[in-house]
C-alpha cells in the first residue's frame, strides 16, 4: 500500500527529514504539533498506520524515510534499530564477537552495552538485551558501519574481555573458549594490554590466559609476560560458574585457574584431534 500524508503530517516528517532526525519522541510531536498528549499519540498513531514512523518503544518512533520508496520498507539492519533505543551505548558481547567473525554461533539477541539498568525490549520481532556497563568501564569500541548504518561497536579486543567477562551474553562458556580460540592469532597485543590496564579486573585476564594455554595459542612472550604480570597477585577462581561446574578441578598456572570444566566442553573434538596429533622426527625409526 503506498504511503500517503496529510498537510499537517507532512509538515512534521519533512522537519524530521531536513534536519536528519532519525527517531522522535511524543514529547517532541506534542511540542510541534502544539497539542495534547493523547492528540500526540493518535497523531503518531497515524503515522504508524501510513508507515512513516516505526515504533521501536513506549514513547519512541523511527523515521521511515520518504527514501524507503512509496510502501515505506523498514530498515531490516537490526543495529540501526538498536542504535537509537539507549544513548549512549555501543555493541558487544555475542554481538560484537559476530561481527568480528569470532563466532559462528547465531544470536537471537542483540547485546547493547549501556550505562543505566533497563529491561529486554523487542523490535520487529529481535530482542534486545541490555548489558549495564560501569561509566568508568565504558571505552574501548569506534564508530562502524554495518549494512550501511554507522553504529557505535566494540573493538575486537574489547569484545573478546567483554565475552570473558559474562560468557552468558556470547554463547556460554563453551562458546566463549571457541572465540578465544579464533581470536588468538587476530589480537592487537598493544590494544587488549591497554584495555586491560584501564579494566582493573584480574579474573578476566585469568580466564583469558588459561584458555589461550588451553588452545595452545602463540602469543608473543612479550604479551604474555604482560598478561602474567597483570594477574600475579590475583586470587584463584573457577574456570566456570561454581553453580554449574564445581569447585574441584586442576589448578591452571601461572593464571591460578581452577579448570573445574571438563575439557570436551571448552575444545571441539576437531581440536582436540589436533591436539593429539604428534610427528616423529625424522630418520626415526618406524
Not at 493518535?42 to 516505526?54: I, N, P, R, T, Y
Not at 520498507?73 to 537490526?78: E, T
Request: glycine share 6%; net charge positive.
Amino acid at each position: 500500500m503506498e504511503r500517503s500524508l496529510s498537510q499537517n503530517e507532512a509538515k512534521i516528517i519533512l522537519d524530521l527529514e531536513w534536519r536528519s532526525q532519525a527517531t522522535v519522541t511524543l514529547a517532541e510531536l506534542r511540542e510541534a504539533l502544539g497539542a495534547s498528549a493523547s492528540y500526540a499519540r493518535f497523531f503518531a498513531h497515524k503515522l504508524v498506520q501510513k508507515g512513516w514512523l516505526e515504533r521501536l518503544r513506549p514513547g519512541l518512533f523511527r523515521l521511515v524515510p520518504a527514501a524507503r520508496g512509496r510502501e515505506g520498507v523498514a530498515d531490516a539492519n537490526p543495529l540501526a534499530a538498536g542504535a537509537v533505543l539507549v544513548s549512549p551505548y555501543f555493541f558487544s558481547f555475542g554481538t560484537a564477537c559476530t561481527h568480528h567473525g569470532l563466532t559462528e554461533q547465531v544470536f537471537a539477541e542483540v547485546y547493547v552495552a549501556c550505562q543505566e539498568r533497563r529491561r529486554p525490549v523487542l523490535v520487529r520481532g529481535k530482542r534486545y538485551v541490555f548489558v549495564e556497563v560501569p561509566r568508568e568501564r565504558f571505552f574501548g569500541f569506534t564508530e562502524q558501519t554495518v549494512l550501511g548504518e554507522p553504529v557505535q561497536m566494540a573493538t575486537l579486543e574489547r569484545a573478546l574481555l567483554d565475552a570473558l567477562d559474562r560468557p552468558q551474553h556470547s554463547g556460554g562458556l563453551s562458546e566463549v573458549s571457541r572465540i578465544v580460540s579464533r581470536a588468538a592469532s587476530r589480537i592487537s597485543w598493544p590494544a587488549l594490554l591497554d584495555l586491560a590496564l584501564r579494566w582493573q579486573a584480574a579474573a578476566v585476564l585469568q580466564r583469558l590466559g588459561c584458555l589461550l594455554d588451553l588452545h595452545r595459542a602463540d602469543l608473543p612472550a612479550h604479551a604474555r609476560s604482560e598478561l602474567v604480570k597483570l594477574t600475579r597477585d590475583a586470587s584463584k577462581i573457577q574456570l566456570g560458574p561454581r553453580a554449574k561446574w564445581g569447585y574441584a578441578g586442576k589448578l591452571v598456572q601461572p593464571w591460578n585457574v581452577v579448570e573445574n570444566v571438563p575439557c570436551e566442553v571448552l575444545v571441539s573434538r576437531v581440536d582436540q584431534g589436533r591436539r593429539r596429533v604428534a610427528f616423529r622426527p625424522k630418520g626415526a625409526g618406524s
